[in-house]
């Protein structure tokens, strides 16, 4: 599961860059895998709450769960199990 992508998809990376004030090349890092300096699809906490009032002032849909990889779906080094 890609949360990062699937928010921008919503936002739009420009907006998602603006409403952060972090860099294009940061927003796009979001959606790339860890393995290529990315973060494997996870948003930072402090971005991801930024983003989710952006939606909620908006009527974008977008609730909390849409910021979250679905444990069940992770691999279980994502989920912190060794």
């Known amino acids: 599961m890609?949360?990062?992508k699937s928010i921008?998809?919503?936002i739009g990376v420009d907006k998602a860059a603006?409403?952060?004030?972090?860099s294009l090349s940061r927003v796009?890092?979001?959606?790339k895998p860890a393995s290529r300096g990315g973060t494997g699809?996870?948003?930072p906490h402090a971005d991801a709450l930024k983003l989710?009032?952006?939606c909620?002032?908006?009527g974008i849909p977008v609730t909390e769960a849409d910021f979250m990889r679905a444990p069940a779906l992770a691999k279980p080094e994502q989920?912190?199990?060794a």
Do not use: M, S
């Open 52 to 54: 989710l009032d952006h």
């Open 28 to 31: 796009y890092r979001w959606a």
């Open 79 to 81: 989920r912190g199990v």
């Open 2 to 4: 890609q949360p990062a």
């Open 18 to 22: 603006a409403i952060t004030g972090k």
């Open 8 to 10: 921008l998809d919503r």
């Open 41 to 43: 699809g996870v948003i």
């Open 56 to 58: 909620r002032a908006e």
